[in-house]
């Protein structure tokens, strides 16, 4: 039982253990403590409605949905902007985007970084490098004539800084095929029928029409080739455009209009006066009508010419099968320039006879009756077309056995007629665009095609470039001088070694001189000065655009190519000395100059022979180093004094138009 004494405290155990336990709990629990009270204890009491502030709308976020608003109306705009134009334009006003972003991005590149030590990269060649990739992946990427420029571009890449020179070597590479029904398309378009119906025949077997092949034999940047063979037996290469193009076109044009007044403008160089000029052209070249006609017109041009004729052959057009974005012309069996091995290998085939339709001559229709009857279920989308070549013998490693020297004197006589006595040239004569055949006498015979891309030179102006051709030849520096003056031209000196495709050093020598006071100072600061120096020359030689001969574009163009050519094949002719004699030739043979006058040009043709016998020096003097040393002719030779001239102008000529 508990009592009141077992449950009693003593007061000094009380007074020791309370202090200890509160201890403890505060040391576990730190809570603030006052130590004076001021104001007396009141209980919390919530304040008042009058005293709190007026109630508020609810927050909206009225920005934040305005901005999302517009950003979902943006989507929706560029897509639907994107699906119509992919679906009706070709993906035109893409590739035209795609384009300016390209082209802003490399002049604020060049603008920026264009300078002795580049603020953004390592150096001047980095800058190029980059931006050759940039618009070569452009020109890749967009396709169409954006390709056909690049092509172009490739041409005269030799005036390009290195980096360019390399990228653009790869712009020669077959482009994408369309599908076939594709191909189908554009065929019932313009003609409102089916192509069995327009060309009459069958992809069932059936013997008594002809054969089409659905793969195309070859594919370009505006184009592409399919083989066929009509019910009457005639094979022919049908050239279809490729169904963008017609779409794409116009809006491609205005692109590089635009561009290129924006890149005039701001770098400063006058190369918008030649752009309609080059848009003309580039235009006539997607029209196949305009094409069959230019064809024509060269046939003609060279069945009348007794020096040419039995050595060029120009393909037959069929009109009654072609539109404006198809063409049919007579299918050509032949070696490409570019295959040296079969052009010079020994002849294997029967003695009289010569390859495969030389000079118009037909097919042989019985290698492709054998190859198809000894199939049963013919394969449309392959090919069908069996290879004719029985002419390089059993073993197959023969060739046509003809000269090369023989096959380049007709190239350059061909284009020397063409600038100095028609006046019609034409404007691509890469080696893609000729085949070489073997006439029965053992002589090459050259075919040109695609003829799209011609200039008309006027009686005026053929007479002023021939004599100044013959000029060059004989340092008539006067005369020259003259003629580029009323060309617009400020630099003879710099015009007359891009037209000889080598230094002209019968001039005053202004080039040189001016280039010898540059700064040697520092490497890349002098790298900056020559290619500064670059770009005054292009002015100089642009001149005055409205007295500039658009011609000249074109045809130095035709020049660089046969130059390029020449040198591919070794140099086996002298190209300067062909050319010079049909220009002072020309000024004799011309119809529309008086008797008078071409009698007093045929004197002075005479004395212009004696003078291009120093030319022969040369010549067979190469040719001698040539034979002893191996390798490098007289072409390579004038490519190397290139190569040293324009170094000092800030351009490295570093390869042959054709390498790889």
């Known amino acids: 039982m508990l009592t009141r004494s077992s449950l009693s405290i003593c007061s000094s155990c009380l007074r020791k253990t309370l202090p200890e336990a509160h201890a403890s709990r505060t040391a576990r629990i730190a809570f603030p403590r006052r130590s004076l009270q001021t104001q007396e204890y009141q209980a919390f009491a919530p304040p008042p409605p009058s005293s709190l502030p007026k109630p508020g709308p609810p927050k909206t976020y009225r920005r934040t949905r305005k901005w999302g608003r517009r950003f979902v109306y943006l989507g929706l705009g560029v897509g639907t902007l994107w699906a119509l134009d992919s679906q009706f334009y070709a993906s035109s006003l893409t590739r035209s985007a795609r384009t300016f972003g390209h082209g802003l991005w490399t002049a604020l590149d060049y603008k920026i970084n264009f300078r002795p030590d580049p603020p953004f990269a390592e150096s001047i060649a980095a800058v190029h490098a980059r931006n050759a990739e940039r618009l070569f992946e452009l020109l890749r990427t ?20 290195p980096e360019f020179q390399k990228m653009f070597a790869r712009m020669f590479d077959d482009a994408p095929q369309n599908s076939w029904a594709e191909v189908e398309q554009v065929i019932r378009e313009d ?38 063979r009509l019910a009457d037996g005639r094979e022919v290469a049908i050239k279809i455009q490729k169904k963008e193009i017609a779409a794409q076109v116009g809006w491609d044009l205005w692109t590089f209009k635009v561009v290129t007044w924006i890149y005039s403008k701001w770098f400063d160089i006058p190369f918008y006066s030649l752009v309609p000029y080059i848009t003309e052209r580039l235009l006539l070249e997607t029209d196949f009508e305009n094409e069959a006609n230019n064809s024509e017109r060269m046939a003609g041009f060279v069945a009348g010419e007794s020096r040419l004729r039995d050595r060029v052959y120009i393909p037959k057009v069929y009109h009654e099968l072609s539109s404006k974005r198809v063409m049919t012309a007579e299918w050509i069996e032949g070696v490409r320039l570019w295959d040296k091995e079969n052009l010079t290998r020994p002849w294997k085939g029967p ?109 005026k102006f053929r007479h002023q470039y021939a004599l100044f051709w013959k000029s060059l030849m004989t340092f008539d520096n006067a005369t020259l001088g003259e003629i580029v003056q009323e060309w617009g031209i400020n630099n003879a000196d710099i015009f007359a070694s891009a037209t000889l495709m080598r230094p002209y050093s019968g001039g005053d020598n202004s080039t040189s001189l001016e280039l010898s006071r540059m700064s040697k100072s520092e490497q890349r600061q002098r790298h900056y000065e020559m290619q500064q120096h670059m770009r005054k020359s292009v002015r100089d030689i642009l001149g005055d655009g409205k007295k500039w001969p658009k011609e000249l574009i074109f045809i130095g163009r035709n020049l660089r190519i046969v130059q390029g050519n020449n040198q591919f094949l070794g140099s086996p002719v002298n190209r300067i000395k062909i050319t010079g004699t049909w220009a002072s030739r020309a000024l004799v043979d011309s119809p529309d100059l008086s008797y008078s006058e071409r009698f007093v040009n045929y004197g002075r043709h005479l004395m212009f022979r004696l003078v291009l016998f120093s030319t022969d020096i040369v010549f067979y003097g190469s040719k001698i180093k040539q034979f002893i040393k191996g390798g490098r002719g007289m072409e390579d030779d004038i490519d190397e004094q290139m190569r040293h001239m324009m170094k000092d102008m800030g351009v490295e000529l570093n390869h042959g138009m054709f390498d790889g």
């Open 191 to 228: 003609f409102g029928q089916s192509v069995e119906d327009v060309f009459g025949v069958s992809f069932s077997g059936d013997q008594s029409k002809g054969i089409m092949e659905k793969k195309a034999r070859a594919s370009a940047s505006v184009a592409q080739v399919h083989w066929a």
């Open 351 to 459: 003695r009289g006879r010569g390859s495969p339709g030389c000079h118009g001559a037909a097919l042989d229709p019985q290698v492709l009756d054998q190859a198809l009857s000894s199939t049963s279920n013919i394969d449309y989308s392959a090919h069908i077309k069996p290879n004719r070549e029985w002419w390089k013998g059993p073993k197959g490693d023969g060739g046509l056995g003809v000269q090369l020297k023989d096959v380049m004197s007709t190239m350059v006589d061909l284009f020397s007629a063409q600038m100095f006595l028609w006046g019609w040239v034409h404007c691509d004569p890469h080696p893609g665009n000729i085949f070489i055949r073997r006439l029965a006498n053992g002589k090459p015979e050259l075919v040109l095609i695609d003829h799209g891309l011609y200039i008309q030179m006027q009686p």
């Open 142 to 161: 967009n396709g169409g004539l954006y390709l056909k420029i690049g092509q172009a571009i490739a041409m005269q890449s030799a005036v390009l800084p």
